[in-house]
């Protein structure tokens, strides 16, 4: 799994939950991957995939 479908995975879990969810542009995202929309609840979600190869660093 790539790290933008692991984006795609993350909004499918909160629109399963009745969310609204926009999934932002791959760059210039202020570090936010997903928008997720309920009602007046309106969450901001940074997602991180880690494992395998993937190192937890930004050099």
């Known amino acids: 799994m790539t790290p933008k479908e ?33 009602g007046k609840e309106k969450i901001a979600i940074q997602a991180k995939m880690y494992g395998n190869k993937r190192k937890v660093n930004r050099a």
């Open 6 to 38: 692991y984006e795609q995975y993350i909004a499918n879990i909160f629109q399963k939950q009745g969310y609204k969810t926009i999934v932002t542009p791959y760059s210039n995202d202020w570090g936010i991957d997903v928008i997720a929309i309920k």
